[in-house]
């Protein structure tokens, strides 16, 4: 029953009102992003608040890979470090990958936990330290902090994936608005609500919300691992910054927990429901967008795949090459298809490439989603993918290749709206086997559109909500009504520790006297008995 | 910095929304409400639904004191029910009110917690065994059931404070959507949303977010009580009709846990920041709207205030009479006043009235909050007075008198909003005092103000948000993805008390291993030594 309101008409409404919302004057906004894909989220909210009037200004290392100095839509700080450690740079993630790959092909076990964290730790630790170099920069160089000063911004939206820029806020007492799915200690969620890992998967960990004991202990595990691997990997190299420049009543931690906003990049199309907090914005998906019309060589290309429809394979904009082992397998099973296939491919040309398939080393990846012909995606499972597929509902062939790629696919899959599989198991009959059932079994395309329709039924586009608090936060100089202070209190306070050992202290005492009372009086009447016997 | 959206144009654009909102096809609602004051708000929702050009259906009993039998909005269900227990009738509140000030009167004891209770918990038993009895009298009448099932709802819309109607729903198989505050056992959110009694306080417990370590032992104890009293008094009356209608598989509770959506008439600026879910919506202060000129008599009444401007006192309408040594201290502090006072009053009138007051039975209490001679607002702390408050931004003396009046006062002394009396001590002198403070400290009115601009800062009116999930809820036959299940778990799961006992018992072996080991080489090196000596 009931006829669902249509794409382009929530898309009209957004656009209409972020032009026209009354009341707003134009305000200063300084901006702490990530680089690489994080950036291109970023960038986006960065171009509509420009276009409400607010003047932004983004920190910048002279590096850095996506982050331009110069930019229609912002103005922006470049801080040279001292020796820049260029993690961003292409090289190191196709090392990176290739080691990965590598070591995922050994197939789950203790070793190849360690290993993987044996190549992993160090590269955090390493962004950090970088990260945290740039916050010394900036609390160091008193020309620039006075200028900051004068500028008089009105609030500091950042990226806390690298959570420098809470610093930077604290120093400037300025309020903060997060925009956010990872944090220093995995997804941003566990920083800030409660999250029972009985039923909530954790960062890192490739389980549904539904996990039998097996999956719930090694979700705890996970839990403890991840708490660990911040505390003692991660928070020093902001700690000593916090220690430094604000002094021991200052925790770098609280900082965190203290935002005034958290724009969180999720949907609960996408993630599992579980447990949030009223200063939680859900803006899953705001960077999608009805699709447009294809170059006239696409277009005819795609139109001459006829009633069989259109492929799109791509693996995001970090993954440069895959082996050749895998490649060829993929193109052979391509080369079966009856579809035409638009394949996004950096690396090496596999030399036996169908006919029907298409090599391009950029393609127009939401417009062609948005295209009738196309029938499936094979994604990595990166976030801004899998929402422009949910948001033209197309089902994803998974093919997950690093960090959390593995549990985005998984939630897909979860919900019957795609199909995973393994990059290091792939063969071209497995690979062709998961194509035609994701293509022919009509379940996948109609779990996507289900997701899709739920994604698309709210009262505002995702993009207009996060200008809305962002604008909020400047009217009202920040949110506090919204957050909780209830992380400054000790854990055995927060947890009720204190309390339950009080209760039971009681309960003791009580039994104890109660016990006692009753000994007494025994013996008395004993020893009563005895004296009349005697 | 910012102007702020006016609240006319906040409600400008719901009311325009309201009407023109696209593809939402009539939808046939059955509502199950709570009569009293939680009537006037589903009444409200009702009346916007059938706006909207739904068809509504209220289930109602024969003695209903204020659910109508015929209105033009809804068609109504009448049940009559054997023995009509009119737990809802006036004089049962007179009595049970008088009651309340006697032991109110003698200070916090835990003979004044017992004599509470003892008045209270009969009560409470006897309004859910009424609410089971018309759960069983639509259950038993298959005619009734066979036209609610050939209607062909599209959902049911209750307020689960008596929550029979979750019963119904679960046997025509409809999705739920609750208009809720208080359920079985207190505030909505103890039912569905992590709760750390550290910091939310429990129903029943006045206090605020911020507790010492005896508040939060007194929180703790409050929270077991609560459940303790749901457990044994509230649920058996509805667990005996699920065991016979549903069988042994179907939980309650799990009925309760399970709504599609929880429009909780809760809003930041009044309620404390606490966890939530995804399917909570919050709609706190949807009844609010701009006030509309008074009468000309009652506009000349106030103008005649001159500078000095007005007070309003109503205690809501559950309360007929105040007793007379108190009200007569009220009216004395009034006579004292320069300003003029309008007292909705419906007891005996007090002789010692001072020419400034006007005594009247029913006043346009909504058009005089809004109307900028009035001062203050003496308030017995109901939802429904809070939130008009908070909307116009008049600043309260709380004087609470019954329920969760108590905890909704504090809520807004807590953030400098209200002054709050115990009715009990109440003298000419001390009310004088706060009213004068109230009037003439500008913190209280300018901390309204803030909260009312923070309330009206909305991306939609409430009432439109309560609107658009319920046809959500219409359009998608519930919302099953915003809903966790993991009130399904056992409770050691959900805690992970065996995963911990699991670990710790892991952790134990692995001592003991490494302990026994130790043992067992130091004592073969030992007996190796001994044979060398020898």
């Given at each position: 029953?009931?006829?669902l309101p249509?794409v ?6 957004a656009?209409v ?18 680089d690489?894909s ?7 909210l960065?171009?509509s608040?420009?276009?409400?009037g607010?003047e932004v200004?983004?920190?910048?290392t002279?590096?850095?890979?996506y982050?331009k ?9 470049t ?11 292409e090289?190191f ?14 197939g ?6 360690v ?8 590269s ?6 970088q990260?945290?170099l740039l916050?010394?920069k900036i609390l160091?160089?008193?020309t620039?902090?006075?200028?900051l ?18 610093l930077?806020?604290?120093e400037?007492k300025?309020?903060?608005v997060?925009?956010v799915r990872?944090i220093?200690?995995?997804?941003g969620?566990f920083?800030?609500?409660?999250s029972?890992?009985?039923y ?9 919300d539904?996990m ?6 090694k979700?705890t595990?996970?839990y403890?691992?991840n708490t ?7 928070c020093p ?6 220690e ?5 009543d200052?925790?770098?931690?609280h900082l965190l927990?203290?935002?005034d906003?958290w724009?969180?990049r999720?949907d609960?199309?996408?993630?599992f ?7 939680i ?10 699709s447009?019309?294809l ?10 795949s ?12 970090l993954?440069k090459?895959l ?8 193109a ?9 296939v638009?394949w996004r491919?950096v ?6 490439l ?10 127009p990846?939401n417009d062609?989603?948005g ?6 995606f094979?994604?990595h499972?990166g ?7 949910i948001?033209?509902?197309?089902p994803i062939?998974?093919m997950?290749?690093l ?23 792939l ?5 062709l086997?998961?194509?035609q059932?994701?293509?022919h ?11 899709s329709?739920?994604?698309?039924d ?7 909500t996060?200008i809305?608090w962002?604008e909020?936060?400047?009217r ?13 209190m000790?854990?055995y ?16 005492m ?5 016990v006692?009372?009753i000994r007494f ?5 004993c020893?009563?008995?005895k004296t009349?016997?005697e």
């Amino acid at each position: 029953m009931g006829s669902l309101p249509g794409v382009s008409l929530l898309l009209l409404v957004a656009s209409v009102s972020l032009r026209s919302s009354p009341g707003v004057d134009a305000g200063k906004i300084l901006v702490f992003p990530v680089d690489g894909s994080h950036w291109v989220n970023m960038n986006l909210l960065i171009q509509s608040l420009h276009a409400r009037g607010h003047e932004v200004t983004v920190v910048r290392t002279a590096t850095s890979w996506y982050v331009k100095e110069s930019a229609p839509h912002y103005r922006s700080i470049t801080v040279t470090l001292p020796e820049a450690i260029s993690i961003e740079e292409e090289d190191f993630f196709v090392t990176f990958l290739a080691k990965m790959l590598e070591i995922q092909k050994e197939g789950a076990s203790l070793l190849g936990f360690v290993k993987f964290y044996w190549e992993m730790l160090p590269s955090l630790s390493m962004i950090h330290q970088q990260a945290s170099l740039l916050g010394v920069k900036i609390l160091e160089n008193k020309t620039l902090m006075q200028s900051l000063r004068d500028t008089q911004f009105d609030m500091v939206l950042l990226d806390p994936g690298l959570p420098v820029g809470v610093l930077v806020a604290h120093e400037l007492k300025l309020p903060t608005v997060f925009n956010v799915r990872w944090i220093t200690s995995g997804e941003g969620h566990f920083v800030v609500a409660p999250s029972p890992t009985s039923y909530v998967p954790t960062s890192g960990n490739a389980v549904s919300d539904k996990m039998n004991f097996g999956q719930r202990v090694k979700n705890t595990l996970h839990y403890f691992f991840n708490t660990i691997i911040d505390k003692f990997l991660v928070c020093p190299h902001y700690d000593r910054l916090v220690e430094r420049y604000f002094g021991p009543d200052v925790n770098f931690y609280h900082l965190l927990q203290g935002a005034d906003i958290w724009l969180m990049r999720v949907d609960f199309v996408f993630e599992f429901p579980r447990p949030t907090m009223p200063n939680i914005v859900y803006i899953g998906g705001f960077q999608c967008k009805p699709s447009e019309p294809l170059s006239s060589e696409l277009e005819e290309f795609v139109q001459s795949s006829g009633e069989h429809g259109v492929i799109l394979m791509s693996l995001g904009t970090l993954v440069k090459g895959l082996p050749v082992e895998i490649t060829s397998e993929i193109a052979a099973a391509f080369a079966h298809l009856p579809q035409k296939v638009i394949w996004r491919h950096v690396g090496e040309r596999p030399n036996n490439l169908g006919n029907n398939t298409l090599l391009v080393k950029w393609m127009p990846q939401n417009d062609l989603l948005g295209h009738p012909k196309v029938k499936a995606f094979v994604a990595h499972g990166g976030t801004n993918g899998i929402y422009e597929s949910i948001f033209h509902g197309v089902p994803i062939v998974g093919m997950p290749l690093l960090f959390d790629q593995f549990e985005n696919c998984l939630r897909l899959e979860a919900r019957g709206a795609a199909k995973v599989m393994d990059a290091t198991k792939l063969t071209r009959q497995n690979f062709l086997e998961t194509l035609q059932e994701v293509i022919h079994n009509p379940s996948y395309r109609n779990n996507m559109k289900r997701l899709s329709s739920l994604h698309l039924d709210k009262p505002m586009h995702p993009l207009e909500t996060a200008i809305f608090w962002i604008e909020f936060v400047i009217r009202h100089k920040g949110a506090a009504h919204l957050r909780t202070e209830s992380y400054k209190m000790s854990w055995y306070a927060y947890y009720s520790v204190d309390v339950v050992c009080f209760l039971i202290a009681i309960l003791l005492m009580l039994t104890a006297i109660v016990v006692g009372s009753i000994r007494f009086l025994c013996i008395r009447l004993c020893r009563r008995k005895k004296t009349k016997k005697e």
